[in-house]
């Protein structure tokens, strides 16, 4: 009885977990599948669309890498998150060092409030965005991207950091400074290294921020060779009405999985700032 | 003695000093906020009281204009209407196979890893991109839905159960387009719901749960009576994270729709990008993003007294 009750609740996990699988990773085979299927396979409404019914092809691949500007949009976005990591680094270690450092309530009500200005949405945003980015004159270029980008980035790290930050005891730096070192020389030579995973976390998640980020590209930017790839592979691998869908579906795929392997891989610290300490 | 001493010493150097220094560390941060997200949530409401386009650089003050403007606009109406459906029904959705996906993924088997990255691909992979995958799925003529459909004998012949043409055109109706987007919108946030509950759920001292089992609790007891009361507080921080990123959201619409067939899965965000941003009607695309400020503020709300809350216990 015990037995096939066990057998029966292992079955359910087992059946319930492919269906969930099937319902996360479906769009993503069908990106798979049609970067290598022939178009003709791709647009015949009979074939069985699950299957190859013809030999694969790699002519959307190479039509993608050398008849778009796919490896131009590939190229702005690793600048972009590259500038954008740089920036919120120097911005928010610093912030976020001495906020986990002030005595009493004040340190943490900031930080909370630095990071609720990360729920500010970029929709109630970019009207008046659009307005400050003229006046720098940056409009259409890369740079109002890099200028705008740590508005989400800096609330977010700064908070994750403060989180590491806190978990490094006072003593140590106090420690240091008996021992004749400054404040700031404590700093630099004592508590970075020791936050070396909480930086690097930061890296990652300011990288990803910025590919994943659609609207602000969207909205600031339409000359198709300073595109991002989360807006140039949906807008410009269109010709007018017609989809290029070999072609487009390779260009979502290629970029989506190394995306997902680095967020997957830091998730959990993710998590951890997101439920702001309500799980210890 | 001593200590005042060496106290002394090391204030007397700028690099010690610990007020100026931590002034110096912290203001960047606090600049960049102000002037790059206080500013501009300050010119988004002035903007909407005033009759500013991108064309001219100056603007006057008109009242209330552009807020009687858009609320005598049906498509606006019609936006109001499509947020709210679309992030109530998708998050109560989300919200009941979160609790079943965490269940499932809490047990131990192998190769666990590679099914949390699975699961986790709607929420790691950059969004506009997975809606593309969406976007081929849904497609007219070559929807894999339909081909089942056509397949299993309920479309496409005469007499069959959804009609005798060849294909349900899954973003050309508007009941179906609604569904579409509500449904890309589960797929998104469900892995974020997930994973935030299951650190949650690995939160409850394992003991209780072996006291209740021990007294004769079954599933559905323990479920109900301690794992659901425990989980409240998280559940509510998981419900608020999804009603943020759903509601302000417009790149689901954006890629599947475009906010057609005729408006009808058109969201506040998305008629705001395409007045403010596309048509340059600067006024009236900020008093329409005006209407997500309520929303927030309560929810902004909300996480402070949770956070509180879980302060004190």
């Not at chain 1, 911005?91 to 990071?115: D, H, M, Q």
């Not at chain 1, 700064?158 to 700093?187: H, N, V, Y």
């Not at chain 2, 459909?149 to 159960?161: C, D, I, K, P, S």
């Amino acid at each position: 009885m015990g037995k096939l009750k066990k057998i029966y609740s292992k079955s359910f996990l087992g059946l319930s977990a492919f269906f969930f699988i099937l319902f996360s990773t479906f769009p993503f085979y069908w990106m798979l599948i049609a970067t290598f299927k022939r178009d003709h396979d791709l647009f015949s409404p009979n074939n069985n669309p699950f299957l190859f019914n013809e030999p694969a092809t790699i002519k959307h691949l190479s039509e993608l890498l050398f008849n778009t500007l796919f490896l131009k949009y590939m190229f702005n976005t690793f600048w972009v998150g590259t500038v954008v990591v740089v920036i919120t680094l120097i911005i928010a270690v610093p912030a976020a060092y001495c906020l986990s450092r002030w005595s009493g309530k004040t340190g943490e009500n900031l930080g909370i409030g630095i990071f609720l200005t990360y729920l500010v949405p970029p929709t109630l945003l970019f009207i008046p965005l659009s307005r400050i980015i003229s006046f720098f004159g940056l409009h259409e270029s890369l740079g109002a991207l890099i200028l705008i980008y740590p508005t989400f980035t800096i609330p977010f790290c700064t908070w994750l950091l403060m989180g590491f930050f806190k978990s490094i005891p006072k003593d140590i730096e106090e420690q240091a400074m008996i021992d004749g070192c400054s404040r700031l020389g404590a700093m630099i030579k004592i508590i970075f290294p020791l936050s070396i995973s909480g930086i690097l976390t930061v890296i990652v998640f300011t990288f990803t921020l910025t590919m994943h980020e659609f609207i602000y590209a969207l909205s600031f930017i339409s000359v198709s060779a300073h595109k991002t790839i989360s807006v140039g592979v949906p807008t410009e691998l269109v010709r007018g009405d017609v989809f290029r869908w070999g072609p487009l579906m390779a260009g979502a795929l290629i970029p989506s999985i190394p995306v997902a392997i680095l967020y997957t891989f830091f998730l959990d610290r993710f998590i951890s700032g997101f439920t702001m300490g309500a799980v210890k | 003695m001593l200590r005042q001493d060496i106290k002394r010493m090391l204030t007397k150097n700028w690099m010690d000093n610990k007020k100026l220094l931590s002034a110096i560390m912290i203001t960047p941060a606090i600049l960049y906020i102000l002037i790059m997200v206080g500013l501009p949530l300050i010119l988004a409401i002035f903007y909407s009281f005033s009759d500013a386009t991108t064309g001219s650089s100056d603007f006057k003050f008109i009242g209330l204009q552009n807020f009687r403007d858009i609320l005598e606009d049906p498509i606006f109406r019609k936006s109001l209407m499509n947020t709210f459906i679309f992030t109530f029904s998708s998050q109560i959705i989300v919200l009941i196979l979160s609790n079943i996906l965490a269940m499932v993924l809490a047990a131990n088997y192998r190769g666990k890893w590679i099914v949390r990255f699975l699961i986790l691909l709607p929420w790691t992979a950059p969004i506009s991109l997975g809606t593309i995958g969406w976007l081929w799925m849904l497609d007219s003529i070559f929807s894999p839905f339909d081909w089942i459909l056509r397949y299993m004998g309920l479309l496409g012949t005469q007499n069959a159960l959804l009609g005798n043409m060849s294909n349900m055109y899954w973003l050309g109706e508007p009941v179906y387009a609604m569904a579409s987007v509500i449904l890309v919108h589960i797929w998104r946030i469900l892995p974020l719901s997930t994973v935030i509950l299951m650190a949650g759920l690995s939160s409850i001292p394992h003991d209780l749960m072996e006291a209740a089992s021990i007294d004769g609790a079954g599933f559905f007891r323990t479920f109900f009576k301690i794992k659901i009361p425990l989980l409240i507080p998280i559940m509510s921080i998981s419900l608020l994270f999804g009603f943020v990123f759903t509601f302000t959201d417009m790149t689901v619409v954006y890629v599947l729709t475009r906010g057609g067939p005729i408006h009808s899965t058109q969201v506040l965000s998305s008629w705001a990008f395409l007045k403010g941003i596309e048509a340059g009607d600067l006024a009236h695309g900020a008093a329409i993003a005006l209407f997500l400020l309520p929303l927030l503020a309560c929810v902004v709300i909300l996480i402070l007294k949770l956070a509180r809350r879980t302060e004190v216990t």
